[in-house]
């Protein structure tokens, strides 16, 4: 993961301190609910890579490289063929109708680090799998690390960013810093749109804990946020 530079992490605080914060939102912390909230996806052409049967593209994400989201469907031979394939660190490509092709991969030297989330209709033999990467699963926050958000709402988004950063500082995180960490970290650079396609909205944030940390204290001399008045 690329080190953020100190000049910019100076001029988001800059930026916050000239430019008024959204309200923040009112969300409760992030816990396990089971309920399940449905993500965008559109048909972006067709997987390849030595495999029977025609499996479709339904969305994907890539990091520097690395495939972190993949949507996919068809026969389950194939999509667990393009499975394997992942798991294995091979390549497979998307291949669109009116684009050129895009490789996926794991990464070089990377394999099984894919969660599978599997769903399979027998009456129509289609199987619908998506594969999320270790580092949107898994967040490391004992080192410089990347992570991501899969974005359904505004709130949810900004919520998971504040448990992401509470998670990695060594400095309390209250709720009532959510817009300046979501807007901060956007001007730094620490969150920012991950490229993809088929209508997935995915952030990648730098789990930094030395630019998150210098944020928050730039954001208290500031006096842009503010700890309360009975401390912590």
Known sequence: MRQVAPTAIQTAIREAKTAPLAPTHSVP?????????????????????????????????????????????????????????????????????????????????????YHAFLQTIPEARFTSLILLHDWLVHPNYGGAATTFILRTSEEQAQAKLRHHVAQLVNVPVLDAWTSFLWQAGHAAMLVRPTRSAGGIDL??????ATAWTRLITGGLEQGIIALPESGI
Do not use: F
């Open 29 to 113: 912390p992030i816990r396990p609910t089971g309920r399940a909230v449905p993500i965008a996806q559109a048909y972006c052409g067709e997987l390849t890579g030595s495999i029977t049967g025609q499996v479709y593209c339904y969305g994907w994400a890539i990091h520097d490289g690395v495939c972190v989201y993949v949507n996919m469907g068809g026969p389950r031979s194939g999509v667990e063929a393009i499975r394997a394939k992942l798991s294995k660190d091979e390549i497979v490509t998307v291949v669109p109708e009116d684009a050129p092709a895009v490789e996926l991969t794991a990464g070089e030297g990377s394999t099984g680090m």
């Open 203 to 208: 952030l990648t944030v730098a789990l930094d």
